[in-house]
C-alpha cells in the first residue's frame, strides 16, 4: 500500500523532498513506516527519526496505517 510522507523543517533538507510516497505491506504500522524511512534516507538516522513526532494527530507508532493515508515528520521542538 502506499502513504504519503510529508517532511518538514530540517527533514526536508536531509531527504531532499519535502514529501514522498512510500510503499508499505498492509497491516505495517507508523512505526514500520519509520524504519522504512530511516532504511531510504539514511540521513535521517543520525537526527533519531524515531523519536520525532509523527502525523498531524501525533498517533502511536503501532497505529496501523491505512491505504492513502498521510504521515508528516516534523523534528521536535526544544525550548529553553
Given at each position: 500500500?502506499?502513504?504519503?510522507?510529508?517532511?518538514?523543517?530540517?527533514?526536508?533538507?536531509?531527504?531532499?523532498?519535502?514529501?514522498?510516497?512510500?510503499?508499505?505491506?498492509?497491516?505495517?504500522?507508523?512505526?514500520?513506516?519509520?524504519?522504512e524511512?530511516?532504511?531510504?534516507?539514511?540521513?535521517?538516522?543520525?537526527?533519531?527519526?524515531?523519536?520525532?513526532?509523527p502525523?498531524?494527530?501525533?498517533?502511536?507508532?503501532?497505529?496501523?496505517?491505512?491505504?492513502?493515508?498521510?504521515?508528516?515528520?516534523?523534528?521536535?521542538?526544544?525550548?529553553?
Amino acid at each position: 500500500m502506499q502513504v504519503l510522507v510529508h517532511f518538514y523543517s530540517y527533514f526536508k533538507d536531509l531527504t531532499g523532498c519535502a514529501e514522498t510516497v512510500q510503499n508499505v505491506p498492509d497491516g505495517s504500522t507508523i512505526g514500520d513506516l519509520l524504519r522504512e524511512l530511516v532504511t531510504r534516507f539514511p540521513k535521517l538516522a543520525a537526527c533519531r527519526i524515531r523519536r520525532s513526532s509523527p502525523s498531524a494527530e501525533y498517533q502511536d507508532r503501532a497505529c496501523v496505517l491505512k491505504p492513502g493515508d498521510e504521515v508528516s515528520l516534523f523534528p521536535p521542538v526544544q525550548g529553553g
